[in-house]
């Protein structure tokens, strides 16, 4: 369809096909936890978006993100709350989070941060037993009415091309490399 068309469908429809994955994984859906799967199958770590992995950690790209950039660090260890972690692990995952930081704020030019952890469902863990950190990138005035009138998020990038992105910042700022154990 031509961005320009007039139509009333263009006006009144928008389409996110790839938001169904998401909603089937609400359902009950999914193969497991994704970050167990992903952190099994490092071949499939194009794929999955991850970025990198240290010896306790893996870094990953939200595949349904609140904005584009969002990024993902996890545990290697499938646990549901902090207390769950070795200390070493809960000392550890702050790295790749501070990595994502700097990462973000190269290649995506991210004004601020949104760091944050739901533990529960009751909290918002859309993945209650497998603790996680969100690190979501903000710019100055970077809310939208999509937000605001429909629970809609505008993701302007495609996630295979903001990986590369992210990689190459990666590779500036000498963090570790794509899906690499340290």
Request: hydrophobic letters at 40%; a negative charge.
């Amino acid at each position: 369809m031509d961005p320009r068309d007039d139509s009333p469908e263009f006006k009144t429809n928008l389409h996110a096909p790839w938001r169904i994955p998401y909603i089937r994984s609400l359902a009950g859906e999914q193969d497991g936890c994704f970050l167990c799967n992903a952190l099994a199958d490092p071949d499939a770590d194009e794929e999955n978006l991850v970025l990198w992995r240290t010896r306790r950690c893996l870094v990953i790209m939200n595949r349904f993100p609140y904005t584009g950039g969002h990024l993902l660090t996890a545990p290697i260890d499938h646990v549901a709350s902090l207390d769950e972690l070795t200390s070493e692990t809960r000392l550890e995952i702050m790295d790749p989070t501070n990595d994502c930081l700097k990462i973000l704020a190269l290649a995506l030019r991210a004004e601020g941060f949104n760091v944050g952890i739901n533990i529960g469902r009751c909290a918002g863990a859309g993945l209650p037993d497998h603790i996680h950190l969100h690190i979501v990138p903000r710019w100055g005035g970077d809310s939208n009415f999509m937000a605001v009138l429909g629970d809609i998020r505008m993701v302007h990038q495609a996630m295979t091309e903001l990986r590369a992105e992210l990689l190459t910042a990666g590779e500036e700022l000498k963090l570790p490399g794509p899906c690499h154990a340290g």
